[in-house]
């Protein structure tokens, strides 16, 4: 454990006090499904992490949501990027991207996950970069920093359930 990750817990608690109820559960759901997803990531073959993420080589609309839709998919971002910024294990993109579709999935929003690669820098080709990322409706809701450069390889529409 480092000193930034204990700092950063050590200040949680008078910006706990500030947040409203609806932010307090949601951050500790957001903690809940990033531990899970975690787990998924360290423990599970990855052919069987893909059966999770949705349904493969679909998207989800990225037509605009309803106001209270929207608000809900971006909190629930936000609820993730904040916890992963505190675990006291690295919280990587693709265990972000996987909490993030089961708290949409909860709320039955649709979004779509993506794996993308980078090209190699010239002087290392066999170094892979990869990122995952979700989007909801037009909103990115994990991942968004340099997503840009990455090449989208797959992606996987998470359907609400029925």
């Known amino acids: 454990m480092t000193r930034s990750w204990w700092r950063s817990w050590r200040q949680t608690p008078s910006r706990w006090r500030t947040l409203g ?4 559960a ?4 957001a903690a809940a499904c990033l531990a899970l997803a975690q787990g998924v990531v360290w423990a599970v073959p990855f052919r069987r992490v893909a059966r999770l993420m949705g349904v493969p080589g679909r998207e989800s609309s990225s037509g605009p949501l309803s106001p209270r839709h929207e608000k ?3 909190r629930a971002g936000w609820a993730v990027r904040a916890v992963a910024a505190r675990t006291p294990w690295e919280s990587r993109c693709l ?3 996987l909490a ?5 999935r909860r709320r039955r929003l649709p979004g779509t996950l993506y794996l993308g690669v980078a090209k190699p820098a010239a002087n290392d080709v066999r170094k892979i ?18 997503h840009e450069r990455f090449a989208v390889v797959a ?3 998470g359907e609400p359930p029925r």
């Open 26 to 29: 949601r951050l500790l759901e």
């Open 21 to 24: 109820p609806g932010d307090r």
């Open 95 to 97: 265990a972000q991207a």
């Open 155 to 157: 992606s996987f529409a």
């Open 129 to 146: 970069d990869a990122h995952a990322w979700v989007r909801c409706g037009p909103d990115l809701l994990t991942g968004a920093a340099g």
């Open 100 to 104: 993030v579709m089961l708290m949409l």
């Open 72 to 74: 809900e998919a971006l």
